[in-house]
Each structure stands twice: as structure tokens, then as C-alpha cells.
């Protein structure tokens, strides 16, 4: 129980670490209203991915923890891929521009397509027996 309240501290520092470092980057860039963009950001970006763990979960019997981490580092890696070259270099004009909503989308459904396909990877759940 003591690890569970120290890991619950220490994700909430690195939201808030997160959420700085957004805020730093981003402002208030193009306009928008930076607190809305910049939590946006960065639940896009994590909760995406905790939606597409949970949603791996619950709808599929195969899933494991092997696929789930995978999936989680992949979807983390993907979102981040998807939104940076939007906010870090200038595009040229007229070029089509991701909105930053979508990156929760993002996040879950490559989350949840490499997790189903890692947990292959790894030996299946042993049932449990009620």
C-alpha cells in the first residue's frame, strides 16, 4: 500500500512536470487559449494511452501485461510523433495541420493495436479459477 501512495505521487509530479513543460513550450502559440491547449496536450497524450490499456482490458481475453506496456510505449511514441512536427517547427503555409484533440485518438488506438499484437509475444493469461 505504501509503493501504491509513493507511484500515485510520483505520476502526479510528472503530470505536473508535464504540464509545465508544455506550458513553457507552447504559451500561448498561435492564439489559442494556452490552458485549454496545454491540458489538452497533455491528456492527449496520457489518456489516450490509459484508455487504450483499459479498453485492451476489458475487450479482449487475450491481452497480457508484456502487451500492454508494449503498447503504452508504442502509443506514447506514436502520439508524440504525430503532434510534434505541428508544434516544434514551422510548417509551410496552406499544409494541413493535426488538431491537438486528436491525439487522444491517437494514443488509444495505436495503444490498443500493438498491445493486442505484443501480447501474442508472451505466453496467454492462465485462467483463473472462480
Not at 56 to 72: D, H, K, Q, S, V
Not at 91 to 102: C, T, V
Request: glycine share 12%; aromatic share 10%.
Amino acid at each position: 500500500m505504501k509503493l501504491a501512495k509513493i507511484l500515485t505521487v510520483a505520476w502526479g509530479g510528472v503530470a505536473i512536470a508535464s504540464a509545465a513543460l508544455m506550458i513553457w513550450l507552447f504559451g500561448a502559440q498561435r492564439g489559442q487559449n494556452p490552458l485549454i491547449f496545454v491540458s489538452e496536450v497533455t491528456l492527449g497524450l496520457f489518456g489516450g494511452i490509459l484508455l487504450g490499456i483499459f479498453l485492451l482490458g476489458i475487450l479482449t481475453r487475450r491481452a497480457n501485461a508484456f502487451g500492454a506496456m508494449a503498447g503504452a510505449v508504442v502509443g506514447l511514441v506514436a502520439a508524440v510523433g504525430v503532434t510534434a512536427p505541428y508544434y516544434f517547427r514551422e510548417l509551410p503555409p496552406g499544409s494541413p495541420r493535426l488538431s491537438f484533440l486528436w491525439i487522444n485518438i491517437v494514443g488509444c488506438l495505436v495503444t490498443m493495436a500493438v498491445g493486442y499484437a505484443a501480447s501474442y509475444l508472451s505466453p496467454s493469461p492462465r485462467p483463473t479459477a472462480d
